[in-house]
């Protein structure tokens, strides 16, 4: 079987997620997003949400059609990757040549870093996929302007209400019932 990955957050998972995984599966890859941060302590800002609250979110969506696999944060980019592989090997029994990263490189997430002995420099790091045999498909954000608005994540995180239309209106109900106001 051949896999579309999506890498995020997904705190919580919205519009342009899903975006993503629709165009994993119009491509005729099964999905598989890998839930990232998992690790990380929550709190209200950053991470409301539990890595079971946000699997369970997403399979409001998508009850069987995507494969969920929870990532760690490791302050080594190596260790990282790693983990990354042995999630992916371990839910989908599939290798880099077997797996196309979905992505979308920000400019404000250029950076730069050490990965296997070799120094990235003021770049994005999915060029680590590249390098190492995976399939790459960038996507385009959704374009925002469509909702007259510019927005992400931290803003439905901070007033769900207002930026509840960048959210499946299950999910919006089930954040309700989480407490979300």
């Known amino acids: 079987m051949k896999y579309g990955l999506f890498i995020g957050r997904v705190q919580p998972f919205h519009f342009g997620h899903q975006h993503i995984v629709n165009e994993i599966m119009l491509d005729g890859l099964r999905p598989l997003i890998a839930i990232g941060s998992i690790n990380h302590n929550r709190n209200l800002d950053k991470n409301p949400l539990s890595f079971q609250q946000r699997k369970e979110l997403i ?3 998508y009850p069987t059609e995507v494969d969920i696999i929870g990532l760690y944060d490791f302050e080594d980019w190596t260790d990282w990757f790693e983990n990354v592989l042995r999630a992916i090997e371990y839910v989908a029994l599939a290798k880099p040549g077997d797996v ?3 992505y979308h490189n920000k400019e404000v997430d250029r950076t730069t870093f050490e990965f296997n002995g070799n120094t990235y420099q003021n770049t994005f790091y999915t060029d680590i996929f590249k390098d190492s045999g995976f399939n790459m498909k960038p996507i385009e954000f959704v374009d925002r302007s469509d909702f007259k608005i510019d927005s992400n994540a931290s803003d439905i995180r901070s007033d769900i209400e207002g930026f509840k239309h ?4 299950r999910i919006y109900h089930k954040l309700k019932t989480l ?3």
């Open 100 to 102: 196309t990263l979905y």
């Open 166 to 169: 960048f959210l499946d209106a």
């Open 59 to 61: 399979q409001i969506i």
């Open 179 to 181: 407490g979300w106001k």
